[in-house]
T-cell receptor, first 112, second 113 residues
Framework: QKEVEQDPGPLSVPEGAIVSLNCTYSNSAFQYFMWYRQYSRKGPELLMYTYSSGNKEDGRFTAQVDKSSKYISLFIRDSQPSDSATYLCAMIGDTGRRALTFGSGTRLQVQP | DTGVSQNPRHKITKRGQNVTFRCDPISEHNRLYWYRQTLGQGPEFLTYFQNEAQLEKSRLLSDRFSAERPKGSFSTLEIQRTEQGDSAMYLC???????????FGDGTRLSIL
């Protein structure tokens, strides 16, 4: 079983919809949680960076972390066709290791 | 603000050849990371440097792989005697010291013929 599980999709939604993307994880040492967006043949682009449990909002994006359930979410409001990409969750502990552990990514398609 | 730069963007080579990739991190970042990503998967960690010191290596980094960061600025990743299974996107990231987010380049796509 992988340390971080993420539904690969594809997830197809109409323009303007609210999108919910999720990851579950098994390692309770993870403390920092990230969401990256990756367009085809490009590198991952950092969207959100959060520490421990709680919510963080940035424009149309909201990240939620529930450490008790080992569950993180990314919500996208008023989705646009330009949001069509693969979304990767990533996490890291504070044990001194610097390697990010990624989910396998969810492919999102926003239909105009 | 210049981001992480990787060269070349795409490398095609024959099995058994050696290849070298270069990464230029964001200028003030003293940490530099290498990851490998295959189709449909998330990036997998290979190694990381703090300044010129290589501090962590994954077991994925076989003895055919070597990475350097000689002056604590740019880094190179070399793969010797390439194999079909080395075909992947090789990503470089950089960050400041501490629990800071990692910023990625657009990668070098390696294709083995």
């Amino acid at each position: 079983q992988k340390e971080v599980e993420q539904d690969p999709g594809p997830l197809s939604v109409p323009e303007g919809a609210i999108v919910s993307l999720n990851c579950t994880y098994s390692n309770s040492a993870f403390q920092y949680f990230m969401w990256y967006r990756q367009y085809s043949r490009k590198g991952p682009e950092l969207l959100m960076y959060t520490y421990s449990s709680g919510n963080k909002e940035d424009g149309r994006f909201t990240a939620q972390v529930d450490k008790s359930s080992k569950y993180i979410s990314l919500f996208i409001r008023d989705s646009q066709p330009s949001d069509s990409a693969t979304y990767l969750c990533a996490m890291i502990g504070d044990t001194g290791r610097r390697a990010l552990t990624f989910g396998s990514g969810t492919r999102l398609q926003v239909q105009p | 603000d210049t981001g992480v730069s990787q060269n070349p963007r795409h490398k095609i080579t024959k099995r058994g050849q050696n290849v070298t990739f270069r990464c230029d991190p964001i200028s003030e970042h003293n940490r530099l990371y290498w990851y490998r990503q295959t189709l449909g998967q998330g990036p997998e960690f290979l190694t990381y440097f703090q300044n010129e010191a290589q501090l962590e290596k994954s077991r994925l980094l076989s003895d055919r792989f070597s990475a350097e960061r000689p002056k604590g600025s740019f880094s190179t990743l070399e793969i010797q005697r390439t194999e079909q299974g080395d075909s992947a996107m090789y990503l470089c990231a950089s960050s400041l010291t501490g629990p800071q987010p990692q910023h990625f380049g657009d990668g070098t796509r390696l294709s083995i013929l």
